[in-house]
């Protein structure tokens, strides 16, 4: 299947600056995207999700943007804070009748103090 | 609240019994899946459901089956289990098929 993958596998920012997560998709079918949060030893959680008639979205300190030009997705986070350390990983789904989800491998946020 | 629970959250097994790990959901949701994460593979398909009765094959099936015999549970069992089948196992369930949401997971160690 096709690939859902990340451009850096750490990242490291200081509390209350802003993060950027990158997610780079393959599939130009894709037509709705989500972000999850994974904490140490525990499931993902769902953050914020974005359909493909869509360019921006956002949330309670996050934002997605998709570019959907170069099968771009990015996450950002306002003013990061010590519990937003984490794993965070995109997720598409290829529309149509799929009901699946690629997941990419997932960028590792530490935010120090 | 509605909620989506495994167990157990941690278990121990030796090569070659049969392992039976519990999915429930209470939000009534008709497609429910079973995912494995692994370092450097991240997470990966094992069966899903798209209602009762129905069952399909992921990515790494394997070794692995579920059942749908009610909407709330799909239960994963592996057979005879293998060292390979160490892992941290994911159930997630939808009701629209886009968004999935996701259990606490179970460590399962195989020796």
């Known amino acids: 299947g096709e690939n859902v993958g990340l451009h850096l596998p750490t990242l490291s920012v200081q509390e209350g600056d802003n993060s950027i997560i990158n997610c780079a998709y393959s599939?130009?079918?894709?037509?709705?995207f989500i972000w999850y949060k994974q904490e140490s030893g525990k499931g993902p959680q769902f953050i914020i999700d974005i359909r493909s008639n869509m360019d921006k979205r956002q949330g309670q300190r996050v934002t997605v943007l998709l570019n959907k030009t170069v099968k771009h997705l990015s996450l950002q986070i306002a003013a990061t804070q010590p519990g937003d350390s984490a794993v965070y990983f995109c997720a598409e789904n290829m529309g149509g009748s799929a009901r699946q989800l690629t997941f990419g491998s997932g960028t590792q946020l530490t935010v120090l103090p | 609240d509605a909620e989506i629970t495994q167990s157990p959250r941690h278990k121990i097994t030796e090569t070659g019994r049969q392992v039976t790990l519990a999915c429930h959901q209470t939000?009534?949701?008709?497609?429910m899946f079973w995912y494995r994460q692994d370092l450097g593979h991240g997470l990966r398909l094992i069966h899903y459901?798209?209602?009762?009765?129905?069952?399909n094959k992921g990515e790494v099936s394997d070794g692995y089956s579920v059942s749908r015999s009610n909407t709330e549970d799909l239960p994963l069992t592996l057979e005879s289990a293998a060292s390979s089948q160490t892992s941290v196992y994911f159930c997630?369930?939808?009701?629209?098929?886009?968004?999935?949401?996701f259990g606490p997971g179970t460590r399962l160690l195989v020796l």
């Open positions: 459901s798209y209602g009762v009765q129905d069952t």
């Open positions: 939000w009534n949701h008709n497609n």
């Open positions: 997630a369930s939808s009701s629209n098929g886009e968004t999935q949401y």
């Open positions: 599939n130009s079918a894709s037509d709705y």
